[in-house]
Nanobody
Framework: QVQLVESGGGLVQAGGSLRLSCAAS????????MAWYRQAPGRQRELVAR???????DYADSVKGRFTISRDNAKNTVYLQMNSLKPEERAGYYC??????????????WGQGTQVTVSS
């Protein structure tokens, strides 16, 4: 089994910054794509940013230029640096990882989420 544990959420004023972390552990052979999603109350979960095992990145248009996704493969950890946060970005932020385990089985895993609240 694989576990993803997020941290770094909290309350910040509009225009402020937060850095989220997500550490993967368990029966990991290799982690392929890692990503951050968010889900606001009453809305569908949406992709915020994605990073491949080689470091290629992809962002939602709404966060380009303000958010940066990165990863530390040695620590099986993905980060999301969020700058210039807006009140409408208040949401639960969820880590997702595509993991191949030691039995060569690949599956997608989710963390439990971390709450980000942006005050106006």
């Amino acid at each position: 089994q694989v576990q993803l544990v997020e941290s770094g959420g909290g309350l910040v004023q509009a225009g402020g910054s937060l850095r989220l972390s997500c550490a993967a552990s368990g029966s990991i052979f290799v982690i392929n794509n890692m990503a951050w999603y968010r889900q606001a109350p009453g809305r569908q979960r949406e992709l915020v940013a994605r990073i491949s095992s080689g470091g290629s990145t992809d962002y939602a248009d709404s966060v380009k230029g303000r958010f940066t996704i990165s990863r530390d493969n040695a620590k099986n950890t993905v980060y999301l640096q969020m700058n210039s946060l807006k009140p409408e970005e208040r949401a639960g932020y969820y880590c997702n990882a595509l993991v191949r385990n030691i039995l060569a089985v690949t599956g997608g895993y989710w963390g439990q989420g971390t709450q980000v609240t942006v005050s106006s």
